[in-house]
């Protein structure tokens, strides 16, 4: 077995020791009503073991980081596939970090899964070791990306904190609008997760599977003041629903009895791509809406009244405290990993310390974004609900960066979307 190989194998032995650990979190939780000891005791010790095969699972992934990284004579986090990991990695550290302080066993329920759907996600991109464009041939890649995605590890855990919070403070049998307003937001931002699962699980399937079809159309390029006419393929992993605009069919692989596009992208959706991203958006919000739809009827209540009870007999207050510090840690490494380091290493690749492209313009509404988070907790008294809500919604905006940002607008950080 080579060094890439085993640097492989090591990531995958880490996702499935979290998927591990989160169940052992989740048996310390529902496991004591069952359980023939005291609950509390129940709870600490499963809570324990959960922990040790958590941090297992983060040395695993330790490992799998410094092989690749001795095996490719880099630091690993250039790419899509890299940093995805390699933030996942950082999820995993700063949910240590947090554990060791405030010795939640539900925090794991709630972190863990977004470390590893992000290690998930990490696989849907190409995971060969590349040589580093010349943009990237700086040792302000160790600096500026390992201390921007370890700002927003906290945020993810801030993120937890704050919905666990919110799960635990809603009154999901209330009627008043207020109270409907608040659960349908908790099912907006679960459904949103689910969707996120249902396109990195689809992507997964189709990609493993071997599906491909593939369009063309004839585009002009102009070249040095003479124009050529090329021919243009754009691939898809998911069947298609809808085609590129103005692309012919080259190859299309039959799907439950789809044998041609439903419908043609709109003209104005420019842009390399855009028709697959389009496509790639319709499958997962399809499958989300049927994800969604069967967890519900297997509850047979909103899921976030379901999930509530797990987190009755927690202090709303510790929760609103873990949120608040998390992201009160995250917020300087995050100020200067993504925006000043970002800024010095820009004024070294491209002579300009800011040029509003989209990466940059969205790393700075993030920073904005838990600027004011801070402001209206520290100065105006936000705390509970509204500091919650605050922390969810800033974590989908991270989100939005990382994958929208690299995925469907283009910029100088398209690179990163290979």
């Not at 470390?115 to 040792?139: N, R």
């Not at 189709?206 to 491909?212: K, L």
């Not at 585009?219 to 691939?235: L, N, S």
Request: glycine share 8%; hydrophobic share 50%.
């Amino acid at each position: 077995m080579n060094l890439n190989s085993l640097s492989s194998t090591f990531l995958l032995i880490a996702f499935f020791v979290y998927i591990a650990a989160f169940l052992f979190f989740v048996l310390s939780i529902i496991g004591r009503r069952w359980s023939n000891r005291n609950p509390e005791e129940h709870t600490k010790s499963w809570g324990k073991f959960a922990f040790i095969v958590s941090v297992i699972g983060f040395l695993c992934q330790l490992t799998y980081f410094f092989t690749r990284w001795y095996d490719g004579g880099r630091i690993p986090t250039a790419n899509m596939y890299e940093f995805m990991t390699f933030l996942g990695m950082m999820i995993m550290l700063a949910f240590i970090i947090v554990y060791l302080i405030y010795r939640t066993p539900a925090l794991g329920i709630f972190a863990l899964p977004v470390g590893f759907i992000i290690i998930a996600y990490a696989s849907v991109f190409p995971s060969e070791i590349q040589p580093l464009i010349p943009a990237l041939q700086s040792y302000w890649l160790k600096i500026h990306v390992t201390t921007a995605a370890a700002g927003e590890a906290f945020f993810a855990i801030g993120f937890a904190g704050g919905l666990m919070y919110l799960l635990r403070a809603i009154d999901f049998k209330g009627t008043t609008k207020q109270n409907k307003r608040e659960q349908r937001g908790i099912e907006f931002t679960i459904f949103v997760v689910l969707v996120l699962v249902c396109f990195i699980g689809s992507v997964f399937t189709f990609h493993g599977f071997g599906y491909e079809s593939t369009f063309s159309k004839e585009v002009t390029i102009v070249r040095d003041g003479v124009q050529t006419v090329e021919t243009e393929e754009e691939m898809y992993v998911l069947p298609p629903i809808v085609k590129p605009h103005g692309t012919e069919i080259v190859k299309l692989q039959p799907f439950l009895g789809m044998t041609k596009p439903l419908f043609e992208a709109p003209s104005w959706m420019k842009g390399g791509n855009a028709g697959r991203q389009l496509n790639t958006m319709i499958w997962s919000i399809l499958l989300g809406i049927i994800l969604y739809g069967l967890i519900r009827l297997i509850a047979r209540k909103p899921l976030g009244a379901a999930m509530s009870p797990l987190l009755k007999d927690m202090d709303s207050e510790d929760l609103d405290e873990i949120s608040y510090r998390a992201i009160a840690i995250g917020y300087p490494v995050f100020t200067l990993g993504a925006l000043i380091f970002a800024m010095i290493w820009a004024q070294e690749a491209w002579g300009r310390f800011w040029g509003w492209d989209p990466k940059e313009v969205w790393a700075l509404i993030t920073w904005l974004f838990y600027a004011v988070f801070l402001h209206l907790r520290l100065s105006k008294g936000w705390q509970g609900k509204k500091s919650a809500w605050l922390a969810v919604i800033g974590f989908l905006v991270v989100m939005f960066t990382l994958v929208g940002v690299n995925l469907i607008i283009s910029g100088l950080h398209s690179y990163a979307g290979v």
